[in-house]
DNA sequence: TTTTAGAATGACCGGGTGGTCACCGCGCGG
DNA sequence: CCGCGCGGTGACCACCCGGTCATTCTAAAA
């Protein structure tokens, strides 16, 4: 979970990047398997090794703490949409598909409990704050997916008749739940996507961008 | 809630149906504001206006009231799924997509809270149980669908080179993100499909039907 | 070696949980 | 009109939570 270091009390900040890192992998692992109302401050300080009551010396509360992790997720996410939009940005647009999804999978593989944290979020709405944060984030996924329609539309790559928010929305809904899958079980009906084989999730994503670019229905072609 | 009272101790069979009415009424909207894990049976038990050593009369842990509250929303589901198809069965698939939709929405509309424990379930994994009810309730949704989309097969409405499963579990992941959206703030990201008017769901049963059929490519048509 | 600043600690607090059980009161049979 | 059985009740239990703070420990300064 290296550097990002701006987070918690001018003690924690001060403290040694080894034990900063035990801490904090230790929190980030607690929000990944339990959510942020079911995390607990008392199981986190033991996994971490330290006492109750340094904990909340380095971070004042535990929604301090949730905010740090989160935004070390976030961080990490957006910069994965970044890095993705600037290597495709040659790619004609069912390619492009298909590397953002590939490009997910890998930073799941990556960054699998940033990633629960992310999806938790994002998904269930368990969080210590409304629901404004959230919706933020949703818009700047579907406005990722937006940019991506507008500059395949301009290439005269898919049609130009189509509402571009609902269209993200819908393109959007189908990435995140097949990215849900691949590390969800309960989510995956079946279908061994998770933890699945490379070639398992390849033939997803090849089906997944053929059916966003052609649909179901039978007179289509390329 | 009507009626479905087999569950829960003799005791509580044998209570005149208005008061098994207020009770089970009570923990409905328990669970569907609170999911399982944060549902209270103290909260529960001031809501219904008994006293907590009834309930567990009634209901002998937590875990039982959730699986007859779990299994009642589940078999409206059901009910919903089975009545779409049979009045759907000669219309075309998209018309019946449609129709799919609508009824969800209408669903919805009837049966907040159910909707809500039943997505609930679906999504967040929030259960007293392993994930096995969980997949086995997403294997059927999805099965559905691939059934609905055999047929469609079979008359030749949409391509036949498709693998069902694989199909049927991208469609049904619009559909549950839509209506999910429809009643979830956080999830509409701006696109006022939550709580949003009658034409603004039309619109997007439109446009989620077109996607579904058509795809986003230049060189379909209908 | 002694003093002392500040970090580490865990017992403790108020408040929550799911679940229990001794008691109370009401209605029915005798 | 009495007595008894059974459903209703809420104080109580053990255990958890996030958060506090008086005390202890440590290591550097004097």
Avoid at 2 to 13: A, Q, V
Avoid at 75 to 89: C, F
Avoid at 120 to 128: I, R, Y
């Amino acid at each position: 979970m290296r550097d990002h270091f701006e987070s918690g009390t001018e003690l924690f900040k001060s403290l040694p990047l080894e034990k900063r890192e035990k801490v904090f992998d230790a929190a980030v692992a607690e929000f990944a398997s339990k959510g942020y109302r079911n995390a607990s401050m008392n199981s986190l300080v033991r996994a971490a090794g330290i006492s109750k009551g340094s904990i909340f010396q380095y971070f004042r509360t535990k929604r301090n703490l949730f905010d740090a992790v989160l935004e070390l997720a976030v961080d990490r996410v957006k910069n994965y949409l970044r890095k993705v939009r600037s290597d495709t940005g040659e790619m004609p647009f069912p390619a492009r598909l298909g590397t953002l999804l590939r490009s997910g999978f890998s930073f799941i593989d990556k960054h699998p409990l940033l990633s629960a944290i992310y999806f938790q979020l994002l998904q269930s709405g368990d969080a210590p704050f409304g629901t404004e944060k959230i919706l933020q984030l949703r818009r700047l996924g579907n406005e990722f997916l937006a940019e991506m329609f507008d500059e395949a539309v301009s290439r005269g790559e898919v049609r130009s008749d189509l509402d571009r928010q609902k269209t993200a929305f819908l393109v959007n809904s189908l990435m995140e739940t097949l990215l849900r899958a691949y590390y969800t079980e309960f989510l995956d009906s079946g279908l061994g996507l998770y933890k699945g084989t490379a070639q398992n999730r390849e033939a997803w994503i090849e089906t997944t961008v053929a059916f966003i670019v052609s649909g179901l229905g039978n007179e289509s072609s390329d």
